[in-house]
């Protein structure tokens, strides 16, 4: 059974950072593409990150370029999201996410984890 775990979430002021981490079980995790979506009260669901499997550079929404890095360590099981210069608008429920096959945009992958809050105050 797919376990995702994220964790790191919190409250934060506006211009600080944030390191959210998504931690893995039950699928061999070299194998899975593992991504980042997001949702902000009252609105969808949407893409923020995506790596592959071995990791390098990451894909990312283009309002995002720049400001959030994606990375894994697949020795632990673990994917980083790397949060800077946070704004008020990047409040919400950050989402852990993996698919066997690469993804990014629209799709969802068919694992998640339960989500962890994150709130930028101004």
């Known amino acids: 059974q797919v376990q995702l775990v994220e964790s790191g979430g919190g409250l934060v002021q506006a211009g600080d950072s944030l390191r959210l981490s998504c931690a893995a079980s039950?699928?061999?995790?070299?194998?899975?593409?593992m991504g980042w979506f997001r949702q902000a009260p009252g609105k969808e669901r949407e893409f923020v990150a995506s790596i592959g499997w071995s990791g390098g550079n990451g894909y990312y929404a283009d309002s995002l370029k720049g400001r959030f890095t994606i990375s894994r360590d697949n020795a632990k099981n673990t994917m980083y999201l790397q949060m800077n210069s946070l704004k008020p608008e990047d409040t919400a429920v950050y989402y852990c996410t993996a698919d066997p096959q690469f993804f990014r945009g629209t799709y969802y992958p068919p694992y998640w984890g339960q989500g962890t809050q994150v709130t930028v105050s101004s």
């Open positions: 039950g699928l061999t995790f070299s194998r899975y593409a």
